[in-house]
Nanobody
Framework: QVQLVESGGGLVQPGGSLRLSCAAFGFIFISYDMSWYRQAPGKERELVAAITSFGSRTNYEDSVTGRFTISRDNAKNTVYLQMNSLKPEDTAVYYC????????????WGQGTQVTVSS
């Protein structure tokens, strides 16, 4: 049974920090590239950050570069998104995504966790 269980979202003041966690169950975590997406009201879902299966490479959306850090702990089957210097425009539902490339393509999504940045 595949699950991606997200936690760590909430309300934070501009300039504050949050750390999102996504715990994976029911699949071989080390075989998957992991990523975080977000979707703001009235906007399409966008890729925020991605990390390869062993954490050797990361990729970030331009607006979060230098503020957000994606990491993974393969021993814990968990991926994290450390979000610093948060801005109101970071407000969105954040989704955890797992993508396997080999031997076949498979993709799983978490339920989403709300992040609200507001004064």
């Amino acid at each position: 049974q595949v699950q991606l269980v997200e936690s760590g979202g909430g309300l934070v003041q501009p300039g504050g920090s949050l750390r999102l966690s996504c715990a994976a169950f029911g699949f071989i975590f080390i075989s998957y590239d992991m990523s975080w997406y977000r979707q703001a009201p009235g906007k399409e879902r966008e890729l925020v950050a991605a990390i390869t299966s062993f954490g050797s490479r990361t990729n970030y959306e331009d607006s979060v570069t230098g503020r957000f850090t994606i990491s993974r702990d393969n021993a814990k089957n968990t991926v994290y998104l450390q979000m610093n210097s948060l801005k109101p425009e970071d407000t969105a539902v954040y989704y955890c995504n797992a993508d396997q490339r080999v031997p076949t393509f498979r993709s799983y999504w978490g339920q989403g966790t709300q992040v609200t940045v507001s004064s």
